[in-house]
């Protein structure tokens, strides 16, 4: 699998020509999902996000808690001396990037196969989940593992999950609604300003 520890290992120039390709977008911009996020964050109305996502587009649509359970294409560090370097440092290196300090091989903070998730980030995102008093999961099909198994540990009874398709947590949810994220929560903003 091209986005594997094992793969990174043994054929770096591939993985990197890959990950320079696919996963790093620097033009890419917050959604009106992630801007209505960081408002509802800003209101007070927001404890936490928890995101499988590797863009770190809820931080530049302006969200402060952000638990990032696959890392982020915005954050390299040396494999060596652990010195850290941007994407755009990243895109603006050919084929494998090495430190500039000690020559050692970058590495991206990002979670491949076979590898774990980072226990701080983890921990910081089943305390928020169990401890929150509404439970919103929204522009997920829920199948992606360990994450998906982060809704089972919510102890509240205000589950709502907002995906376009059906979910196998639909029964348990106490609101559904199957359209786009971004239009949902825009409409969410509207209304909480209209009061």
Known sequence: ????????????????????????????????????????????????????NIDGLHQLAGNKKVYEL?????????????????????????????CSK??????????LYEEGLDDA?????YSAIRSADVLIVGGTSLVVYPAAGLVGIYRGNKLVLINKSATSYDTQASLVIND?????LSEVMKQLKNK
Request: hydrophobic content about 40%; glycine content about 6%; aromatic content about 10%.
């Open 121 to 125: 980030t983890w921990n910081g995102a």
């Open 180 to 184: 786009k994220i971004g239009i949902v």
């Open 1 to 52: 699998m091209l986005i594997s520890r094992t793969f990174f290992d043994r054929n770096k120039e591939i993985f990197f020509d890959y990950y320079k390709k696919n996963l790093i977008c620097l033009d890419a911009k917050p959604n009106p999902a992630h801007y209505a996020l960081a408002e509802l964050e800003e209101m007070g109305k927001l404890k936490a996000v928890v995101t499988q």
């Open 102 to 111: 000690c020559g050692g091989v970058i590495k991206p903070d990002v979670v």
């Open 70 to 98: 696959h890392g982020s294409v915005h954050r390299n560090y040396c494999m060596k001396c652990h010195s850290f370097y941007s994407a755009e440092d990243i895109m603006a290196m050919d084929g494998v990037p090495h």
